[in-house]
């Protein structure tokens, strides 16, 4: 596969992911605005950020709709959902002919839906952030496009070369944004392990639950028993709730492998031992083990170990040198 082709299938599938869960945090934190007083509210929105890798262009200054209307709206923000979706789209117009038309038509859908004139508009935020259009219809309406796109990417693309570098990208980003939204819960849950969850402490459980998807998967292993040890068992090392970040990382290892199967590369070696060591880290590791250490850490090199990753796709498959390509 051309080297340009595998670029904008891996960033066209990050930033489909990138968008999804940047509106996935927006929803859940906007319906905890119900239940909550002004100062768990700057905690929230505070940790929100975190979650999303403290993007440069976004600050906290105590409104929530003000901050909402940035991550969703500002194309001058290249970590709002708006930005992402159009890069996505920018990168999947590129490799047209690599793509299915049903998988086309709903990411360009989707692209016309948020970039239409009157979205350009200032007073159309206002008008969805000042609830005369509820932003959660929005935002929800974002998820279910998103995900039809991706249904839309397994049902009528062929599961070949191309395919796996689309689940490459969707689950690097995966695995990195879920390590970073512990991260973020980190001080307000994990220290308070072994408590049961009640009032205030419940709801903020549950948004980490609700905000990776997992609130009735983990109702149904654990019931709704919510503590932080099991939460961060589920959200880390479950193995079949693919929005854990264990399953992102199998899911990974499995398209690595078979592009490297499909290309027959030679210099595969650090790649493939970058990502089964994280593979290895997160498949015999127990919930015990990491409470006893240091969480943060353990987290941060999950992390950078993707990072690395990132960068080993780059130097084998995308941007290598002539003389690189010829030894295979």
Known sequence: MLSRVADSLYWMSRYIERAEHTTRLLDVNLNLMLDESATSADRRWQRMIHALGNPK???WDGDPYALTRSLIFDTGNKASIVSCIVSARENSRQVREQISTEQWHRLNSLYLQVTRPEMQSALHAEAIMAGSEQPNEFLQQVIEAIHQFQGVTDSTMSHGEGWQFI?????IE????TALLIEAYHADLWSLSGRIAEG????EWMGLLRSATAFEAYCKV???DLTPDRILEFVLLNAEFPHSLRFAIDSLQHALESINNDSGRTRAEPLRRLSGRLQAMLSYSSVDEILNGDVVAYLRGIQIEC????E???NL???YSVQAALAG
């Open 200 to 203: 205030k402490e419940f709801l």
């Open 174 to 177: 995966r695995a990195n944004a």
């Open 307 to 310: 990072r690395a990753i990132h």
């Open 57 to 59: 262009s976004v600050v």
């Open 317 to 319: 498959y995308i941007d």
């Open 167 to 171: 689940q490459v990208g969707r689950y």
């Open 312 to 314: 080993a796709i780059y």
């Open 222 to 224: 654990y019931t709704a």
